[in-house]
T-cell receptor, first 115, second 114 residues
Framework: EAQVTQNPRYLITVTGKKLTVTCSQN?????MSWYRQDPGLGLRQIYY???????DKGDVPEGYKVSRKEKRNFPLILESPSPNQTSLYFC??????????????FGSGTRLTVV | AQSVTQLGSHVSVSEGALVLLRCNYS??????LFWYVQYPNQGLQLLLK??????LVKGINGFEAEFKKSETSFHLTKPSAHMSDAAEYFC????????????FGSGTRLLVRP
């Protein structure tokens, strides 16, 4: 089944403790992206990647890092999480070769709470 | 810059009634427009999208939307609501730049009353 898999689904952590949220897709998509969802704000892009070793900042990149060493994986790293990073996070992927905006496939989300 | 406004954070309808969720956009380039649905504890699922061509777009689960350039609108409709339609709905517009990102509205939660 074609899908984007995020882990973990739920995570509670303490301020300053480094964490990684994993994202993997099995569709050979070039494009991958991370969004955060906050009430009343919709979804905002954190980082995106056009292909392996090509990443760039989105609208709200502060406090986050990403890497794209393999085409299928796009982990989101919080080096020193803070309470304002408490949010619902989504990974998405898309097949650029079929044209931009062909259609994103979203993961099921990771609900992160930083205390 | 591109932006999306969804009127009404909550919309409540009776089962069988018309569903109308409003979306207005701002775009400096010809837009691609999308509606996504999010069921509780799930990711976003594409309902429908407008890229080019026919301005009335049909999607899954009986939903459709009409692109009206003169009104900069892309409202989502369904003739008859089902209980299973209760979810949060997001309108999105293409960024029009090399990031290929989608710019989302703040969402509308649809409640369906029995």
């Amino acid at each position: 089944e074609a899908q984007v898999t995020q882990n973990p689904r739920y995570l509670i952590t303490v301020t300053g403790k480094k964490l990684t949220v994993t994202c993997s897709q099995n569709m050979n998509h070039e494009y991958m992206s991370w969004y955060r969802q906050d009430p009343g704000l919709g979804l905002r892009q954190i980082y995106y990647s056009m292909n392996v070793e090509v990443t760039d900042k989105g609208d709200v990149p502060e406090g986050y890092k990403v890497s794209r060493k393999e085409k299928r994986n796009f982990p989101l790293i919080l080096e020193s999480p803070s309470p304002n990073q408490t949010s619902l996070y989504f990974c998405a992927s898309s097949l650029l070769s079929r044209g931009p905006y062909y259609g994103y496939t979203f993961g099921s989300g990771t609900r992160l709470t930083v205390v | 810059a591109q932006s999306v406004t969804q009127l009404g954070s909550h919309v409540s309808v009776s089962e069988g009634a018309l569903v109308l969720l409003r979306c207005n956009y701002s775009s400096s380039v010809p837009p691609y427009l999308f509606w996504y649905v999010q069921y509780p504890n799930q990711g976003l699922q594409l309902l429908l999208k407008y890229t080019t061509g026919a301005t009335l777009v049909k999607g899954i689960n009986g939903f459709e939307a009409e692109f009206k350039k003169s009104e900069t609108s892309f409202h989502l409709t369904k003739p008859s609501a089902h209980m299973s339609d209760a979810a949060e709905y997001f309108c999105a517009v293409s960024s029009g730049d090399s990031s290929y990102k989608l710019i989302f509205g703040s969402g509308t939660r649809l409640l369906v009353r029995p």
